[in-house]
């Protein structure tokens, strides 16, 4: 059939004109009670529950401690009575105990081992290396019984310096006090020798006031205490006089 013709293909032949789309069903809640059509246009609607909800009754509430689980009561044992015919013989009173039968002891004795050389080397295979004592690997000094503390011979040194030290300190003394020696001149020498003079006699005056006997320890200590102290007079005023005698001949 040549002579029929066709149309031109199109995306717009496929396609559908009409189209029936079905809209879901209206949810409507099961709380609300059903409503007349007549009154779906007035303002006192209501969607969201029903308008009056019962309270909920007390008793049906959830107690407290209902869900821990119950231990099972306790019941008190009953001692039953012995209906044995024969009783057990009655314990001994007093310090007439029956023999307690005591084990031996035995007597253990551990062999004495042979001293091992100390092991430097000690792998986790078991192989050890003896170490000859002068090889260097041996720790010989940390195990003497004298490792940490100060030797003898520092300790002689340090009382040796610390002695001569003293001895120098000593000697620096002594030089500054000869250094800050002062020399008397005439006037001073004979003021002091007239000073002493006074003090001795008025030591001896005291001295001559004494009891001719004197037999009370106190007054023995007394005139012990002045002949002392005027015989250290004496030997001060000799001093000066003759160091004065001596310095007026120079």
Known sequence: MA???????????FIETHVIIEKPQRYVSKFRPIILEEARSTSNMKTMGPSRVEMPVPANFLKKHSKEPKLPEIKQHVRSHCTCATKKPAVPSGPFLPPVSVPAK???TTPKLPKQPPCVVDSSKGHKEVHNRNSGLVPVYIRKKDYGEVPNYLMRRKAKHQKALEEYNMNLKKQEEHQTMKY???KECQAIIQDLK???????????????IIDTPSMQ????????EMKQLEDDIKLLDRLESICKNK
Do not use: A, M
């Open 184 to 186: 008397l001149s005439d």
């Open 221 to 228: 200590i007394r005139k012990t205490r002045l002949e002392v």
């Open 106 to 108: 035995r007597k253990t």
């Open 3 to 13: 002579g029929e013709l066709y149309p031109q293909e199109s995306i717009h032949n």
């Open 198 to 212: 006074s003090k001795y006699n008025e030591l001896n005056t005291e001295y001559q006031r004494l009891p001719f």
